[in-house]
């Protein structure tokens, strides 16, 4: 009987017990969100820190443009750019199987304190020693047709001037 109550118990015990590793899920997001962290601070090092290198980006764009660079061009621009960079995500799905994890999900972005675009992230991870690192990432870029975000507006930000 009382192995039952512990066993019963364990489950709402849990929460408060010795500290663990986040569920695998929680981590591939938050390797994405180190990478948005980055963006808004210019930092291309801890940018570096969370891109593989090697890696490549791609953004797709509503004109049927299609363009981007590798890991290091990306975080290069990251310490020459005047603006603020603050790039949201919400409803991210996580997929892992083993080492690879794809996290796709819906975003908005803003340059300078304004709304830029909006659009879809999908990042490609691996399970380093370090932890997960963004092995490669596409975008689209869209600029009409954006929903509000459930997040709401950006602090300091006026988004009823939003296309």
């Known amino acids: ?46 940018a570096r820190e969370v891109l593989l290198p090697g890696g490549t980006y791609r953004a ?7 363009n981007g660079g590798t890991h290091e061009e990306f975080a290069g621009r990251l310490a020459k750019g005047a603006e ?17 994890a794809v996290l796709w999900t819906e975003y908005d972005f803003h340059r300078g304190g304004k709304f830029s675009h909006c659009g879809v992230d999908a990042f490609n991870l691996v399970d380093t020693a370090a932890g997960w690192k ?9 600029t009409t047709g954006c929903r509000p975000s459930p997040l709401g507006p950006p602090a300091g930000t006026n988004e009823s001037k939003r296309p």
């Open 60 to 66: 797709a764009r509503q004109d049927g443009a299609v």
């Open 1 to 46: 009987m009382a192995r039952t109550i512990t066993l019963l118990l364990f489950p709402l015990l849990a929460p408060w017990a010795a500290p663990s590793e986040a569920p695998p899920e929680r981590a591939v997001i938050e390797a994405v969100q180190r990478l948005f962290d980055a963006m808004a601070a210019g930092d291309a090092g801890a």
């Open 134 to 142: 963004i092995a490669g990432f596409t975008y689209t870029v869209e």
């Open 84 to 100: 603020t960079l603050l790039e949201r995500m919400w409803n991210p799905r996580v997929l892992i199987h083993g080492r690879l």
